[in-house]
């Protein structure tokens, strides 16, 4: 795993080699064992690549980046891992050419001199690369097909700039810092922003499964690969039997490519079913027991599933190691997760997987985990809550509106214990069960409703506040099967590149760990889509037939336990230890003099969180992570 970064400029300008650096160096964190640039100047044209290597497959000085073909006419940056470069480096070497090193890398530049810019179609695994065609002037850009790994790029000038974290575009002097305001308007709306927008004007993610080519100061975007309608098992065409079968066939080698390393390779078990089966198939392929990471939370009894976690690592054999924290533990950690992202990030999850990868880190380089299981098997609650929207849209509208409706008002809604998580899912579900399906799972996922947006940015000119309903009605629109199906397509699509592997790289390479997903295997995922909704989702049950798939490798106390999840008790936290940061970032002065919300509308969502009308947490931790990054990447600056 590494960070890749570089620049090229054809309207005469140089590269500077200094910035060069600098910006490979503001991502050590991403590849901290050496790093390596590559420039060349000539005929009015400057290219540089930059590298950071954290050394994971041929740990030898013959690893190392940019690396090049044999003439040194086409050079390579690369971040991520390709799981298939046995197979394609025996067709390359079968083709006449020569191989200097073991890494996986390589595999790309021979694989480019045969198909040009179409040959990430061939690579299966988690990648992002740079590569410089000095024979056709041409820069080209590619993301994996899932979006694991990330790449942003800026154009402008005749000159474009890319790397695999924004902090790195804005060491260029080129690079400006201008909030873009659509992009903001889509975080308050997500927690996250998608793709191809970014916080900065002018810089933008390159899409999962696309490529980009620059060539003559032209910039030309295409994707490569999409999930299709169609696969080796579509449900009604594939009896129940066989389509288990074949998904425990293409997972377990799946996990088989995935544990492929020349370091130690653990895995994160978090005592759901997703980890308990990536551990388990884990150990078919394992001459050792595996190694295993859990934390844990000793006061809060709510979040710790150590117990399941430790009854899965029994129960698979492992070597399993326990990190045991507090509640002090985790927010101390605040500060320096909220301010380790270079554009706004919400999602509270960050700080737990931010302490794991930080501890796993400290004996193993690797680890597999077990992402993207709901989102292709129908794990989360609001599967489930589609069915149950349609039985409750059967109660009459009176008694809907005029009864259940304001009772569940009244229940209190945090995640401090069984009772209140209940209630808080409930007064969730009923926010959008009665609205049309489309409008039903916008509702479900935005933290602020277009009119609380439209309120905060004041109506800002430019931006669009329908965008972000339109993103998710386009993708739920993109397939003609099953509700479910449509669903898991937008989050496959949109929240997971998103927010999940957003949050799971950039923890993960702050301390330095590569974490790999077998569930986002291309195979699984064209699998999972060919299954019916219905054999994923039963009597509002997610994951049966995964559940039934893998029951074997499941301890009893694990087969049947819903799904939690990794969210903190954000609510409980604002109304004590972190309290201070609500009246630090959104107090009124400050507020007023950024200039960028309404100060009334920030005034009545801390009051009413304070004065216990309503719980607002969500929204006030949505609006704390921008004024942490606002702070340190727009205000420092001034």
């Known amino acids: 795993m590494c960070g890749i970064c570089g620049a090229v400029t054809v309207n005469g300008g140089g590269i500077d080699e200094a910035v060069l650096r600098r910006m490979t160096e503001v991502m050590t964190h991403r590849g901290p064992d050496e790093s390596g640039v590559y420039l060349r100047r000539a005929d009015g044209m400057s290219v540089g690549l930059g590298h950071r290597r954290l050394s994971i497959i041929d740990l030898t000085e013959a690893g190392r980046q940019p690396l090049s073909n044999e003439d040194g006419t086409v050079w390579l940056v690369f971040n991520g891992e390709i799981y298939n470069h046995p197979e394609l480096r025996g067709e390359l070497e079968g083709g006449g050419h020569r191989f200097r090193s073991n890494t996986d890398s390589e595999v790309i530049v021979h694989l480019y001199e045969e198909q040009g810019p179409r040959c990430a179609e061939r690579l299966e695994g988690m990648f992002a690369f740079a590569l410089w065609d000095e024979r056709t002037e041409t820069l080209v850009l590619s993301r994996d097909r899932i979006g694991i790994k990330p790449l942003v790029w800026w154009h402008g000038g005749g000159t474009l700039l890319f790397a695999s974290e924004i902090k790195s575009i804005l060491e260029h002097p080129a690079a400006e810092r201008r909030i873009d305001w659509q992009a903001l308007g889509l975080y308050l709306t997500f927690n996250y922003i998608p793709a191809p927008w970014s916080i900065f004007q002018g810089i933008r993610k390159l899409p999962p499964g696309h490529t980009l080519c620059f060539r003559g100061g032209t910039v030309s975007t295409d994707p490569y690969w999409t999930i ?12 129940l039997e066989e389509q288990k079968a074949l998904l425990f066939e293409t997972l377990d080698e799946a996990v088989r490519r995935h544990m492929v390393a020349d370091v130690p390779v653990g895995a994160f078990l978090s005592g759901g079913i997703d980890s308990s089966i990536i551990v388990g198939l884990m150990a078919r392929h394992s001459p050792r027991p595996v190694q295993t990471y859990t934390i844990g939370f000793e006061d809060m009894p709510l979040f710790d599933e150590r117990p399941y976690a430790r009854e899965a690592a029994r129960f698979h054999g492992t070597e399993h190691r326990e990190i045991a924290l507090t509640a002090r533990d985790v927010v101390g950690a605040v500060p320096a997760v909220l301010a380790s992202f270079d554009e706004p990030f919400a999602d509270s999850s960050a700080l737990p997987t931010y302490i794991v990868s930080r501890e796993t880190a400290r004996s193993v380089k690797v680890a597999l985990s077990g992402d993207g299981g709901d989102e292709l098997f129908a794990g989360y609650r609001i599967y489930a809550g589609e069915r149950w929207a349609s039985l409750y849209r059967l109660i009459p509208g009176m008694m809907r509106r005029g009864l259940i409706e304001p009772l569940a008002a009244l229940l209190p809604d945090s995640r401090q214990t069984l009772l209140t998580d209940y209630a808080r899912r409930v007064k969730k579900f009923l926010r959008g069960a009665g609205l049309p399906f489309e409008r039903r799972f916008l509702a479900w996922n935005e933290i602020f409703d277009r009119g609380a947006r439209e309120e905060l940015l004041q109506m800002r000119p430019g931006v669009d506040f329908t965008l972000g309903g339109e993103i998710l009605r386009e993708r739920l629109r993109e397939r003609d099967d099953d509700a479910v199906n449509r669903m898991l397509w937008a989050d496959v699509k949109e929240s997971l590149p998103g927010d999940m592997l957003r949050k799971v790289d950039h923890m993960s390479m702050l301390n330095s760990l590569e974490v790999r997903v077998p569930f986002l295997d291309r195979r699984v995922c064209e699998l999972a889509f060919s299954i019916g909704g219905a054999r994923k989702l039963r009597n509002g049950r997610g994951k049966v037939i995964l559940r039934e798939t893998f029951r074997d490798l499941l301890p009893p106390v694990l ?21 201070g940061l609500i009246d630090e970032t959104l107090g009124p002065d400050r507020i007023r003099r950024q200039g960028i919300f309404d100060p009334q509308a920030v005034a009545r969502i801390v009051g009413d969180f304070r004065a216990g009308r309503r719980d607002t947490s969500w929204q006030l931790w949505n609006l704390i992570a921008f004024q942490v990054w606002h702070g340190k990447y727009m205000e420092d600056r001034l």
């Open 559 to 579: 087969r049947n336990r819903p799904k939690w999840g990794f969210e903190m008790p954000v609510s409980a936290w604002l109304r004590g230890e972190l309290g």
């Open 228 to 239: 299709g309608r169609e696969g080796p098992a579509r449900s009604g065409e594939a009896g």
